[in-house]
Every structure is written in structure tokens, then in C-alpha cells.
């Protein structure tokens, strides 16, 4: 393999990391941001889903459009508007526009993400794809670990702006190694009369109005809001019509699901979906139970997630052999079992959970995160034609990234209402008549009364200050369940790999 081929795999391996980890990189900074363009903090949930939103409605489009415009070409136009809606993120002064240019943001930089699987089936020779699919797989779990880290220490030292300037970096060196890299081919312009518009239409609107419920739902009361109602419709309408339209009626269909009837696709998008669930919980949750729990700062939780990405470091230039000796199937379950456990043991958490906690958790995590995205990438196109590695990426990563959102809105629900739930429980338990109540309220009530309150607002306070007590508890034991709930859905991807064919078995099928 050639030099420039390396450079153009390496190009576009930047560009997918780019792309991850900006999914991730203003979680840790929402408050900041929010209060830099004058928006609430709710309001400020839609900078990550707007982000989302373009970034799944994208990728499935890109086999299409790089057909058409050449990878070449469409690699390098989204790169430079990729880059300016990065710019004008930065400069952005209300949430309508933030909005706007993240949807855009999200629309070109998800280009980055199958295509770089793409170049790695068809730019390196057969013996060289393990490690292509392994540096591919570096991006798509250590970009998510260390992205509240950068966003974080970039937001406390030199602003939240930089969140999206950073991206500048990055997004040169792609452009280099794309343009000295990716060979010049005939545009086939010819294709846009055969255009898929109803396809494109359905599913931007499908998948668009579904991110939106997901990402929104339980914020808005789910099905008790309008909006949320409005785009559960649009999405149960569209994709069903999109669904109908692309398997049945159009002869040149715009993303090939009968490409998910190839049994190793079909089912490792399954997993696909679930590792998203577990990868993008996590994320999710630890930031969220830090922030709201212990009152971390965007760069404290940052350096507590930074234990899920570094280790992967050392894992990562093994991973090509290991694909090699054995069973790729073997790795995924092992590495789904340790992400599970890694899961278990944050389903245990108390009051003095926090950082040094988290460390062993996050270091068996990062152990077993690299042999599930990694195998099953591979494990994924092994079955299907060169010519299809294009359309079969693009629908393992859509699965993917829609699994990421389901698991966030499933387990941001899941914190809410198991929250309400043990509340309720523990108020069952705690009674007014109750000697051992009686002490702490008057405890806590002589307390205040050293600090200057009267007797009866001593007692208000005292009574308020055991309410938080109970929602603090109340809260750590709902992010064990939802940790739980993690465990057990990677517990089902590690049963479900072995229902995909062996490599090698599809080797001499193929012979």
C-alpha cells in the first residue's frame, strides 16, 4: 500500500473523529453556551440534537452523493462547509441561529463518518483492512470519551467559542490529505435524473421529526406536549412511506434496506444500535449524574471521563492481530461483557460516589469498548459485495447513531421517573413520629438557629435541608437503575453476535 493511500485513509479517519466528537463536545459546556447566546438551559438541549438531527439525516444520503459528485469532490466541498459552519457557530448570538448552523454543522461533518469506511474497504488491501476498520473504530469510541474533556478545558480556559474553532485544526489537515490523497474521477451528474427525491424527502423528514421526539421528549412531557405529538406523527407517517417506497415501488432506491436482509449486516446493525445505546448512555449519564449530583464543573467531569478514552490507547495497536488469531464474534462478547460489567459496577452508587470512584469503571470500560465497535464493524460488511461497502456502512452507522439517540431520550426518561419513584418510596419510610426523624430535624433545626433563623424558619429549613437529602438519594438511585438497564442491553448484543456468520465461513462460501 502506497504512501498517499495512507494519507488519504489517515484524512479521512480524522474527519470521522471530527465528526464523533463533535456529538459530544458541547455536553460538558451546554450551560456556557446557553447563557452565551441568551438561551435557557433547556432551551439549550437543541445545540446537541440540532447537531444530531443533521448528522443521521446525512449519512444514509452520502453513498448516493459521493457517487455522484466523486468521494474526491464531495469529500472536500463538505470539508470547507463543515468548517464554516463550525466558524459561524462560534460567532453565533441567539439560539435560532445556533440552531441553524449546528443542523448544518452536523449535515456535512456526518459525510465524514461513513465515508471513512468506505475508504477503507475500497482504498487497502484485504490484509490491511483490520487495521483500517481498528483506527476506524478508535474514532467512534475515544472521540465520544475524551469530547466533555477538550469541550470542557477549552470552555473553562478560553471560551465555549472554541468548542467549535478547535474543529479548525483537524478540518486542514483533512482537506490536505484528501486533495494530494483521493484520486480525481468523472463527475456522474448523469445519476441526478435518477434521483431518489421522494426518498430523500420522506426519510429528511422521518428521521428528522424522530431525533427531534427522541432528543425532546421527555423535557417536553412526551406525548403530553403537542410538538412532541406532531413529530412522533411526521415520524411514524414518513418513515413508513419511506420504508414502503424504497423496498417496493422505486427501481433506483436511495438507501438499499434490502441490504439489511444480508445476515451480518442485518444483525450487527442490531448490535450496532445497542452499542450506541451503551456508548452514548454512558456518556450521557456520567456527566449528567456528576453535574446534577456532585456539582462538577464541565472540566472536573471532562477528567473523570478521560479514564473511558486513554486506556483505549494502549488496546487499540493490538486490536489488527488479535482480528487476525481469533474468532472475531469471541471479541465482541467478551468486549460486550466488559462493558456490561463496567455498567454493573456503576449500578451501585451512594452519596460519596464521584470521581475516584468512577476510575476502575471507566478503565474496564475502555478495555471492553475497542472489542465491540471494532469487531463488529468488520463483522458487519464481511458478508456483503465491494461494490454495496458503501450503502452496507452508511446503514451500520445510522443504526448506530440512532441507537446513541434512543438510549440517551430512553434513559434521560428513566432518570426522571425512577427518580419520582424512589422519592415517593423513601418518603413512605420517613415519619413524622419516627424517634430516629425527630433527632435529625432537631439536630438540623439547632443548626440554623446558630446561624441566626428563629425557631420555626430553623425548622423549615431543617425539614428542607432532609427534602434534598431524600432527592439527592432518591436521584443516585435512579442513575443505578438506568446503569443497570445499560448492562443488560449489552448483555443481549453479546448473545446476538453469535447469531453472525464467521468471517472464514464466509471466506469459503464465497471460494
Given amino acids: 500500500m502506497t504512501v498517499c493511500k495512507w494519507i488519504g485513509v489517515m484524512g479521512t479517519m480524522l474527519g470521522a473523529f471530527m465528526a464523533v466528537l463533535d456529538i459530544q463536545i458541547t455536553n460538558s459546556s451546554l450551560a456556557d453556551i446557553s447563557g452565551g447566546i441568551g438561551a435557557t438551559t433547556t432551551q439549550g438541549s437543541w445545540i446537541s440534537t440540532a447537531y444530531l438531527i443533521g448528522e443521521i439525516v446525512t449519512i444514509p444520503l452520502t453513498a448516493y452523493l459521493s457517487r455522484v459528485f466523486t468521494l474526491r469532490y464531495y469529500l472536500l466541498v463538505n470539508v470547507v462547509l463543515f468548517l464554516t459552519f463550525s466558524g459561524l457557530c462560534g460567532i453565533s448570538t441567539s439560539l435560532g441561529e ?66 467549535f474553532y478547535i474543529n479548525f485544526i483537524p478540518g486542514i489537515l483533512m482537506f490536505i490529505a484528501v486533495f494530494v490523497a483521493i484520486e480525481k474521477e468523472p463527475l456522474e451528474l448523469k445519476l441526478l435524473r435518477q434521483c431518489d427525491w421522494v426518498g430523500i424527502a420522506t426519510m429528511a423528514v422521518g428521521l428528522g421529526s424522530l431525533i427531534a421526539m427522541l432528543e425532546q421528549g421527555q423535557q417536553d412531557d412526551w406525548f403530553g406536549s403537542e410538538f412532541i405529538r406532531t413529530c412522533g406523527l411526521l415520524a411514524g407517517i414518513f418513515m413508513a412511506v419511506f420504508t414502503v417506497w424504497e423496498l417496493y415501488i422505486t427501481k433506483s432506491p436511495l438507501v438499499h434496506l434490502r441490504l439489511l436482509g444480508s445476515r451480518n449486516l442485518g444483525l450487527s446493525s442490531v448490535i450496532g444500535f445497542v452499542l450506541g445505546v451503551g456508548l452514548y448512555g454512558t456518556i450521557y449519564l456520567i456527566p449528567l449524574y456528576l453535574g446534577d449530583v456532585q456539582g462538577y464543573s464541565p472540566r472536573l467531569i471532562g477528567e473523570t471521563l478521560i479514564w473511558v478514552g486513554l486506556p483505549q490507547l494502549l488496546i487499540f495497536p493490538f486490536l489488527p492481530l488479535l482480528l487476525k488469531k481469533f474468532d472475531v464474534r469471541m471479541l465482541v462478547f467478551l468486549g460486550s461483557l466488559l462493558f456490561a ?74 432518570v426522571t421517573r425512577r427518580e419520582q419513584f424512589h422519592d415517593t418510596r423513601i418518603g413512605e419510610r420517613i415519619t413524622a413520629y419516627g424517634l430516629a426523624l425527630q433527632d435529625r430535624i432537631a439536630t438540623s433545626q439547632a443548626r440554623f438557629i446558630v446561624k441566626g433563623f428563629d425557631p420555626v424558619t430553623a425548622k423549615q429549613q431543617a425539614y428542607g435541608a432532609l427534602q434534598a437529602v431524600v432527592q439527592r ?39
Avoid: H
Avoid at 100 to 123: D, E, N
Avoid at 353 to 362: E, G, M, P, W
Avoid at 377 to 383: E, H, R, V, Y
Fill in 98 to 163: 445556533m440552531i441553524c448552523f449546528r443542523v448544518g454543522q452536523g449535515f456535512t461533518g456526518g459525510v465524514f463518518i461513513p465515508t471513512a469506511l468506505t475508504v477503507v474497504v475500497t482504498m487497502m488491501p484485504k490484509n490491511l483492512q483490520t487495521v483500517g476498520t481498528t483506527v476506524f473504530g478508535l474514532t467512534a469510541t475515544l472521540a465520544p470519551a475524551i469530547g466533555p474533556y477538550i469541550g470542557g478545558l477549552l470552555t473553562d480556559t478560553v471560551g465555549w467559542q472554541w468548542n
Fill in 341 to 414: 460489567g463496567s455498567c454493573f459496577m456503576n449500578s451501585y452508587m451512594s452519596l460519596d460516589y464521584a470521581k475516584d470512584q468512577f476510575i476502575v469503571a471507566n478503565i474496564v470500560r475502555a478495555f471492553g469498548q475497542p472489542f465491540t465497535i471494532v469487531p463488529i464493524t468488520g463483522l458487519a460488511l464481511a458478508t456483503i459485495a465491494r461494490k454495496d461497502a458503501g450503502e452496507g456502512s452508511a446503514l451500520f452507522n445510522m443504526f448506530r447513531n440512532l441507537g446513541g439517540s434512543v438510549g440517551i431520550a430512553f434513559l434521560s426518561t428513566i
Fill in 473 to 511: 438519594q432518591a436521584f443516585i438511585m435512579a442513575f443505578n437503575d438506568a446503569f443497570l438497564i445499560v448492562g443488560f442491553s449489552l448483555i443481549l448484543s453479546a448473545i446476538i453476535v453469535w447469531f453472525c456468520k464467521r468471517p472464514a465461513q464466509v471466506a469459503v462460501a464465497a471460494a
